[in-house]
């Protein structure tokens, strides 16, 4: 069972915000001992990131649902690393880890003898990772950066949004914080790359992962599109840079998703739209004609789609073998029956929180494990305090 792979695996998590323990909760669902280091009067930023919080019925307690999100399965430990006492709490806890994660600027956790070098010098089968805005090097070594910086520094913002002279034309970021999120699964990878490896070799690792890489090698496809054709890709809005038809239109009381990946998709599409002297028009036959023609073939389906219901045309497109998908709101995202039968709404139980819901990891969602109730989030220095 993958909840189990990393049985006996300890990891120190002094890592903060979203990318770190985004990281570090995919270590503890795979079954991994996860300490989470925190400072014993604000801890980690997101627990005061809210509304809304998830308040304890008999206490002053709450945890935010930001927190929540990134945090199951680990233990929190109040340490202030900048005094000599809790310095030495972390270098003690060192000896017994596996993997170290942080997230702090280059060069903050070498002030207090808690940098790589020194650690793997106590532990040299550490795995130390550090997670930064820019890396351990080069010109901006030294600055902090945050998701929505890399957004835009990284490319995503610029070809993300309306096209030009369309209402709400301009730079648009994601609505999640989806820099940090793959900066937490990059991450894991290398965290799990490691752990293999000093199997090997008998020696730990230091892992440098930096946001502002990540997000240039997310752009995927639109960064290859630039560096084939020497072309900035321009904001599409809902549309593909690659494929068409594939986007978001409009019917008579509602809207949903025609997402057409080959030719012979767009024929079976054709018939259903009673349109099928389109699918061997010149100017629409291949998906690369229809992507050099899609303002004139956007405009003839945006007429064709308000002449039926989302549920005539649905019904239709899977019968037809026509992919399609609708825009859920997450209240019907977690009502939906895929969702419910690959149970990824799971509940945890806090002893002063009260019963958590949570979102199960997908690495997890296809297995079968053994019923076990995941474990709840920490309340700030729940299990120990060092001043």
């Known amino acids: 069972m993958l909840e189990r792979a990393l049985e006996?695996?300890?990891v120190l998590d002094l890592s903060r915000i979203l990318a770190g323990p985004w990281c570090t909760q995919n270590l503890a669902d795979l079954g991994a001992q996860v300490t989470k280091v925190e400072h014993p009067l604000r801890g980690d930023d997101t627990r005061g990131w809210g509304p809304p919080y998830l308040q304890a019925t008999d206490s002053d307690e709450r945890l935010s649902a930001y927190f929540?999100?990134?945090?199951?399965g680990k233990r929190s430990v109040a340490i202030d690393y900048a005094t000599p006492e809790g310095a030495e709490e972390i270098r003690r806890l060192v000896l017994q880890a596996d993997v170290l994660v942080e997230n702090f600027k280059a060069g903050t956790l070498r002030r207090y003898g808690l940098d790589a070098e020194s650690l793997q010098a106590l532990n040299p089968r550490l795995i130390y990772l550090s997670i930064t805005g820019f890396g351990q090097s080069g010109p901006m070594a030294d600055k902090p950066g945050y998701d929505y910086v890399f957004q835009g520094m990284g490319g995503l913002m610029s070809y993300t949004g309306q096209p030009d002279g369309e209402p709400g034309a301009g730079p648009l970021r994601t609505g999640v914080?989806?820099?940090d999120l793959t900066t937490g699964m990059y991450a894991t990878s290398a965290v799990l790359a490691a752990l293999y490896q000093?199997?090997?070799t008998g020696r730990g690792a230091r892992l440098d992962i930096a946001l502002l890489d990540v997000a240039v090698a997310m752009n995927a496809n639109q960064g290859s599109n630039y560096l084939v054709s020497g072309e900035n890709p321009k904001r599409s809005g809902n549309a593909h840079p690659n494929c068409a038809p594939y986007e978001v239109f409009r019917c008579a009381d509602g809207h949903l998703i025609l997402a057409i990946g080959n030719d012979a998709q767009f024929v079976r599409f054709c018939g259903v739209?009673?349109?099928p002297e389109l699918a061997t028009d010149p100017r629409y036959a291949t998906n690369s004609a229809r992507i050099d023609n899609l303002p004139a073939l956007r405009a003839m389906l945006a007429d064709v789609f308000p002449t039926r219901t989302r549920a005539d045309w649905t019904a239709a497109f899977d019968a037809a073998g026509v992919p399609w998908g609708p825009i859920h709101t997450l209240r019907e995202v977690f009502?939906?029956?895929?969702?419910?039968?690959r149970k990824l709404l799971q509940f945890a139980r806090h002893p002063v929180a009260?019963?958590?819901p949570m979102v199960r990891n997908p690495m997890l969602a296809g297995a079968a494990g053994d019923g076990t109730p995941p474990m709840p989030p920490p309340l700030l220095g729940e299990h120990g305090r060092v001043a």
């Open 68 to 72: 929540i999100c990134c945090n199951r």
């Open 8 to 10: 006996g695996i300890k």
């Open 198 to 200: 000093r199997h090997t």
């Open 354 to 356: 009260g019963r958590i």
């Open 335 to 341: 009502d939906h029956p895929q969702v419910r039968h």
């Open 177 to 179: 914080a989806v820099v």
């Open 273 to 275: 739209a009673g349109r």
